[in-house]
């Protein structure tokens, strides 16, 4: 049998099976006459059905999602008729409906007001505004990890070197969250700032333990700070329960949404403290050059201006669909499932060293190890040349790991897979 032909077949059995009429043309179709139930997400042949959502070829297995997620046919479609729409018209598309439906969509997701989000290109540059809108001073001490993606490094970096504030870093332990809070305390002094951290780091995807420290930084008055370019669409969470300033993070990786996209979260409170530095239209509420007048927008759109690609934010309110569709809740549980599956795996491997915490409570659905008897980077080749498999070589923070990502287009089977390529690599 032909692959569309046996893709077909198998769609049209899953529309029997959910009771959805089934329409060949496009896939996203099925999708969106699909009505989940608890009944149905418990079941395997329900995650061939996302699966089939989504054009990534099965020619290899996409185990990258810390680096960019793959788009399911609904945010495609989503993007590819904006852009036909607009294209006929040559029109922005911008309008202020959009935008606020979009954005309740995201509040809702992330567990804040639509109010306290901006629309960023990704992640850095929720952080740039973050990190150069605090009103800090030469001395400021920002604390920050060693194992920082050059996303949140970098903009640190120049602000120290163009203001002059001062950086330390402390090596997040795997062992406790109670021992990272006291690495962060002991760097605590009377000129500490801002707490600046991932939510999950891209090294060994430890989650940290937020809430604690925004409890801490609270209480000694200094900013929190949360990188979440690696939580946004695999974790259910709330913002306004974490209690961080501010956050920012990508759209294009767990969330599936358009590449090039993101949200940077401001709390309310703070809009008016991390200043908007790169404003034009959009960004005000009202403006007159003449008087001299300017009243920056009260919400969080004083951090968008110019002209914005309506298609991708178009898509990414698609995404948020298909995410809520599904529910964060049910994602989480099946990204835990597979990455446990994963590590249990990995630990009957002897030359295998788990870098990831093994707690679940410290764990994401990014698992990183190294092997003993081989270079992490010719593992890399090695399973991308065997077994067609696209992992993600981690040097940042000197870990020099492999990262394996895991979401909800993967299978246990590519479990399997992997740790079959794992144990070959454990004979070489
Ligand atoms: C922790 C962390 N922060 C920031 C980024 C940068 O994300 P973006 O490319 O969306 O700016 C990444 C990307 O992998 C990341 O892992």
């Known amino acids: 049998m032909r692959r569309r032909q ?11 099976w959910f009771g959805a009429p089934f329409i060949h043309t496009k896939i996203s179709k099925a999708w969106e006459t699909f009505i989940p139930g608890e009944d149905k997400i418990g079941d395997e042949r329900f995650w061939s059905f996302v699966r089939e959502q989504f054009p990534l070829t099965h020619e290899r297995v ?9 788009s399911p046919y609904a945010v495609i479609d989503a993007v590819v008729a904006k852009i036909n729409e607009l294209e006929r018209i040559s029109e922005t598309g911008h309008s202020e409906q959009l935008w606020a439906s979009v954005k309740q969509k995201a509040g809702t997701l992330l567990g804040c007001d639509a109010a306290e989000l901006a629309y960023t290109r990704n992640a850095t540059e929720g952080i740039n505004i973050v990190c150069n809108g ?14 920082e993606h050059v996303g949140n490094a970098v903009p640190w970096l120049a602000r120290q070197k163009r203001d002059g504030i001062v950086i330390k870093l402390f090596e997040p332990s795997t062992q406790s969250a109670a021992e990272n809070l006291a690495r962060i305390e002991h760097l605590l002094s009377k000129r500490t700032r801002v707490v600046s951290v991932p939510h999950a780091t891209t090294t060994t995807g430890q ?22 370019a690696q939580t946004a669409g695999m974790l259910n969470f709330n913002l306004h329960e974490i209690g961080c300033d501010a956050y920012a993070t990508s759209g294009h990786k767990w969330m599936l949404g358009p590449k090039g996209t993101g949200w940077l979260y401001v709390r309310k409170d703070m809009l008016d403290v991390i200043q908007a530095l790169e404003v034009g239209a959009y960004s005000d509420k009202s403006h007159d050059l003449q008087t001299g007048e300017l009243t920056l927008h009260p919400t969080a759109q004083r951090y968008e201006y110019g002209t914005l690609n309506t298609p991708l934010f178009g898509g990414l309110g ?14 989480w549980r099946r990204d835990a499932e597979l990455s446990t599956a994963f590590l249990k795996g990995l630990q009957e491997i002897s030359p295998v060293e788990i870098l990831s915490p093994l707690n679940p409570t410290e764990r994401s659905a990014m698992i990183s190890f190294k092997m003993k008897n081989i270079d992490y980077l010719k593992l890399q080749s090695f399973l991308a040349e065997k077994y067609q498999l696209r992992t993600r070589g981690v040097g940042e923070g000197g870990v020099n790991a492999l990262r394996i990502s895991w979401h909800l287009y993967n299978s246990f089977e590519d479990v399997n897979r992997v740790l079959e390529g794992v144990k070959e690599a454990a004979q070489l």
Do not use: C, S
């Open 62 to 70: 996409y185990l990258n999602t810390g680096g960019l997620g793959a």
């Open 6 to 16: 046996f893709v077909n077949r198998l769609a049209g059995g899953f529309a029997a």
């Open 318 to 331: 698609a995404a948020i669909d298909f995410l809520q569709k599904i529910g964060m809740e049910n994602i």
């Open 134 to 147: 605090l009103p800090l001073k030469r001395g400021d001490e920002v604390i920050t990890t060693t194992h």
């Open 207 to 228: 989650v940290l333990p937020v809430k604690e420290i925004a409890a801490l930084a609270k209480a000694k008055n200094i900013w929190f700070f949360l990188d979440g």
